[in-house]
């Protein structure tokens, strides 16, 4: 994704876009909050959001990249080291996955333990 399209993503709607991904779960205020106690800021979320929509129609490369470039944009994104260690699954990366999940352990015990 190139920053003319993240800068697009990160427009006024932004707001209505993770709402609604998470409808019915929290607020949006306590989504984001949970994101950002997590190590993730809110290009992070985006990224590691569509990441796993790929990841759940079965587009595992792609959804890496995505993971990948979250984890670029914030080191410590528990969420995106969870989800990456997911799709590396999918793939048959037995190595991969075990180091992304215990990766999302290390940095968030309480969340994914």
Avoid: W
């Avoid at 993503?9 to 306590?30: D, P, Q, R, T, W």
């Avoid at 990948?68 to 995106?80: G, I, M, T, W």
């Avoid at 997911?86 to 940095?107: F, P, Q, V, Y």
């Amino acid at each position: 994704m190139n920053n003319a399209s993240l800068k697009a993503i990160l427009s006024a709607n932004i707001v209505i876009v993770i709402s609604l991904h998470f409808l019915g779960e929290s607020s949006y205020a306590e989504t984001l909050q949970d994101f950002e106690l997590m190590g993730c800021d809110i290009v992070a979320i985006i990224l590691d959001k569509e990441g796993l929509q790929k990841d759940i129609n079965g587009k595992h490369e792609e959804a890496i990249q995505d993971f990948n470039a979250a984890l670029q944009n914030s080191p410590k994104c528990a969420s995106a080291f969870n989800n990456r260690g997911s799709a590396k699954c999918h793939l048959n990366d037995i190595t991969g996955c075990l180091a992304d999940h215990n990766r999302a352990i290390e940095l968030q015990p309480n969340y994914f333990a």
